[in-house]
């Protein structure tokens, strides 16, 4: 899974772990502490997760904004997390930079502020975080679920806690707590990417070394008694689409069996081979999706898995269903297939896992903390199989998976009469947050930076971008190749003409519905038959509208592409295929439309692009959905899905043999007619612009402000991105923005973000911001916002300009960091006719931009009066 990891450990127990890997100069920085939300005490529950926002907001060396600033000049991005057993901090930086790193998070070990006026700010930030989850039902549903599964243990308790908690919690206590347990003897720093252990390790020594260790440092032992009990949750909430879950028991990492209850997940509910889908969706019709996945906590863990009924299916017939396939496994044994089914699909996840830098170092920080060995990260699938894996698998279904300790949960919508307490609960919380939160007022300005003026840029490693070898297969078909050897994989994606402004208007996502379909079977295999080809072999193939892609192992090319060939060449389009995937889509739909935050972006569109083709919904609606027939699916199929104008572009171990004579006799055998895109309107943005307001029953209103920005080639785009770095956070990500100055100003959301160049493209694009916010705040959010928006580029220095620079030229090589960037690079190099070293002349290109440029672009995109508003929730005049 992971290559050789060095170790040391400090005298004063910081234990050091270190991952050197050299294919792209990157590094990836994680220091995580034995201490989670198990380890708090009662009246102070998701005081670790608060601590872990006040981590960022300074030390006796540090200004609260000293952190985002270094990180945003030495283009790097930084988080935290917070979980049941432990807390972390990571920092990716570019190589030349990744010791940077390493005196913050010592500061931060021991000389944390926690400053009075900055505890305020914050914790209407973390109130809103814990609001927004509320709004996540399936989530919601889950902690809720675990309230009653661990009724004698810790992790009943949510990981943000509870408001009264929260506002409860005094500057003294978070001391108290941070002094106890941010100390090197509770705590991991693992470093993986582009490094040298022998300076790792040197450096780390300088530091860390001085840190004094805690010897009375005893963490406490936590009991957990079995029962035999069954609960079931039910939240009844504003939704069309109902939900379920269920629960089991089952051990925890430090067990050891992580590699049996993956291999089990996969056998029973993961991907469209699995027992569950094919018997609950596929046989007996009882279920749109279900899905499996483990919940690993160190102690104990979950086996989930989650479903959506069918329209009219009480979803505890899905539940009796689950339990019932279940027990068919336990007594009848694990078929052949299945078990090389789901040790392909978990070989393939480990061999996909060496490409991600913080996928590494989260992987052997939690086996270290857990078990105290890093090491089960390196042969996680040798240890597994010692296990004999399929006994194992069997004795946890017999001995875990039981309906005596099934714990089931449902969302289900509102039972008539009920609505209105449910407003008068909500009307409650919100008068209750309001009453204690406006008495919590921030005093000072933020601070500005102070240590960032010191840190010196470096600059870059040399990297040698990636180029394409292209040529064109008899049919037409362009094909773009790059040979890349440091995994024996292959990333390929097909870009199709046809995307989903193709759709005729009436007939909304069908596309979608199309491309769905070629998933269905194919005259060679049915559909089960087909999924069970691809997962035996450990391959991923998904289908969107216009793209489809396929992840393999190189050794079975061939057969990669000959299924693809198959399902574009001759897909069933059977009917009762159809019906299976307007049941799918229908719920898709529905769900899409419960969730906030995911529908304002189609209104959003839908206002913006007006008659334009790209105002069109991917998914369509119930109706469009409900009246697609056979037909228009398989004249769509006739018409759209064809060689012509498409790329296929495969990036990886290439060395197998000619690739070229394989696609020929494979893809290259696919043909259809030319396309002719549709006619793209001429756009305009109407001042001033329309609020529209999308009555929804949730916790908090989804506030959204959009406008018209650019297309890629137009003479300001390369401006805007850079003004975007500074704006939004831009391709960084960063909490250096100011829209996220706002954020810590006022505490009025906890999330805010957006681009002024989303979904820019060979048509004009977005400027688009997005939050989160109480119904109570939601006049004064929509106010800031439009402050900033209006401020513009005022005050923008050439110092941000420069640092912007850097950050937007360092994310070029990013493009390239697994086979996957590098195929979706590639392929938009040759979308855009660009020439083949464009990534080496654009970072030419980028240091060549004035302020005056930056000043213009922006200018004519920054007027508040110009951005439509568009709120999704409650409360909204």
């Known amino acids: 899974m992971i290559e050789h990891i060095h170790k040391q450990v400090l005298s004063n127990g910081l234990t050091v772990l270190v991952v050197p890997r050299h294919n792209l100069p990157r590094v990836s920085t994680q220091l995580w502490y034995n201490v989670g939300s198990k380890d708090e005490r009662s009246g102070q529950r998701g005081i670790a997760h608060f601590i872990e926002h006040m981590i960022f907001k300074g030390t006796n060396s540090l200004s609260e904004s000293d952190i985002n600033l270094i990180t945003q000049k030495l283009s790097g991005y930084c988080n935290a997390f917070t979980s049941q057993d432990y807390t972390g901090y990571l920092f990716d930086f570019p190589s030349q930079h990744w010791f940077e790193a390493l005196p ?98 040197a450096l780390v020594a300088q530091s860390f070394g001085n840190i004094a260790s805690d010897a009375m440092l005893i963490k406490p032992t936590y009991y957990h008694s079995n029962d035999l009990e069954a609960t079931t949750t039910t939240l009844m909430r504003d939704i069309q689409q109902p939900a379920g879950v269920v629960v089991w ?14 291999i089990m997940s996969w056998i029973l509910g993961a991907g469209k081979g699995a027992r569950l889908y094919r018997e609950i969706v596929d046989d007996q019709e009882l279920a749109t999706n279900i899905e499996s996945f483990t919940y690993d906590l160190f102690e104990k863990g979950l086996f989930i898995i989650s479903f959506e009924p069918r329209s009219g299916i009480d979803p505890r017939r899905v539940a009796d269903a689950i339990q019932a396939s279940i027990d068919k496994l336990i007594t009848e044994g694990i078929k052949a297939p299945e078990l090389a089914r789901a040790r392909s699909k978990t070989a393939m996840d480990v061999v996909a896992l060496r490409e991600q830098n913080q996928k590494q170092a989260y992987l052997v920080a939690k086996y270290h903390l857990a078990i105290g060995d890093a090491e089960c990260a390196t042969h996680y699938i040798e240890r597994g199989e010692q296990q004999c894996v399929e006994t194992e698998v069997l004795h946890i279904a017999k001995d875990y998976l039981r309906r005596a300790v099934m714990h089931e949960g449902y969302i289900m919508p509102i039972a008539a009469g009920e609505q209105h307490y449910w407003n008068s609960y909500q009307e409650i919380s919100d008068e209750e947050d309001h009453r204690i939160l406006s008495r919590i007022v921030r005093e000072s300005d933020i601070e500005d930076g102070a240590h960032v003026l010191s840190i010196n840029v470096r600059p870059p490693q040399p990297f040698a971008f990636p180029r394409a070898q292209e040529t064109k297969l008899k049919n037409g078909l362009t094909v773009l190749l790059h040979h890349n050897p440091l995994l024996p994989t292959m990333d390929v994606i097909l870009d199709l003409e046809v995307k989903s402004f193709f759709d005729p208007e009436n007939k909304q996502g069908l596309c979608l519905f199309l491309h769905d379909l070629l998933q269905e ?71 899409f439309w419960d969730t906030a935050p995911q529908c304002v972006s189609q209104i959003m569109r839908t206002a913006l692009y007006q008659h334009h083709p790209f105002h069109k919904a991917v998914l369509g609606t119930v109706d469009s959905i409900s009246h697609l027939t056979r037909e228009d699916i398989v004249e769509a199929y006739k018409k759209w899905i064809t060689p012509y104008e498409a790329r296929l572009v495969v990036v990886g171990d290439l060395s197998q043999g000619d690739i070229i004579p394989l696609l020929e006799a494979t893809v290259g055998m696919w043909e259809g007619p030319e396309i002719y895109e549709p006619d793209f309107p001429q756009l305009t943005t109407p001042v001033p612009a329309p609020i529209i307001n999308y009555p929804m029953n949730r916790d908090q209103i989804v506030l959204a402000l959009g406008r018209l920005s650019v297309s890629r080639l137009d003479p300001d785009y390369t401006a805007l991105l850079l003004f975007d770095q500074i704006f939004s956070g831009g391709v960084s990500n960063t909490m250096s923005s100011r829209l ?67 950050v937007v030229s360092e994310a070029l090589i990013d493009s390239f960091a697994t086979n996957r960037h590098t195929a979706s690079s590639l392929l938009f190099i040759n979308e855009f006719e660009f020439p083949a070293d464009y990534f080496e002349k654009r970072l030419a290109e980028l240091q060549l931009v004035s302020l005056d440029e930056i000043h213009r672009a922006a200018n004519k995109i920054l007027k508040s009066e110009s951005f439509t508003v568009v709120r999704v929730g409650r409360n909204l005049t």
């Open 740 to 806: 996220f100055d706002l954020r810590e100003r006022s505490g009025l959301f906890y999330t805010i973000g957006g681009s002024l160049i989303a979904s820019v493209g060979q048509q004009p694009g977005i400027a688009y911001i997005r939050t989160i916010v109480s119904p109570d705040r939601r006049v004064e959010a929509e106010i800031k916002i439009k402050e900033v928006i209006d401020r513009g580029v005022e005050g923008t220095t050439l110092d941000e300009l420069a640092t912007a620079k850097r």
């Open 104 to 201: 913050i998070m010592a500061d931060c070990m021991q000389n944390c502020s926690f400053k009075e006026d900055l505890l305020n700010s914050e914790l209407k930030a973390v109130v809103q975080e814990l609001k927004m989850y509320r709004d996540d039902y399936v989530r919601a549903l889950i902690e809720r679920m675990m309230g009653s599964i661990f009724v004698d243990h810790p992790y009943r308790y949510p990981i943000i806690g509870y408001k009264q908690d929260l506002w409860s919690l005094r500057r003294d206590a978070m001391i108290e707590f941070y002094r106890r347990y941010y100390v090197p003897n509770n705590a991991t720093l693992v470093i993986v990417g582009d490094v040298n252990p022998d300076e790792v390790f």
């Open 521 to 591: 079977g194919t005259t060679t295999y049915s559909a089960q038959d087909f999924a069970q080809e691809l997962e035996m072999n450990g391959m991923a193939l998904s289908t969107a509208p216009g793209f489809i892609t396929l992840k393999m192992l190189s050794e079975h090319a061939k057969k990669g592409f000959t299924l693809l060939a198959d399902m574009l060449r001759s897909p069933l389009l059977q009917q009762s295929s159809i019906e299976k995937v307007r049941h799918r889509l229908i719920s898709e739909v529905r769900n």
């Open 249 to 262: 028991e089952v051990p925890g990492v430090r067990e050891q069996k992580d590699y049996a209850l993956d």
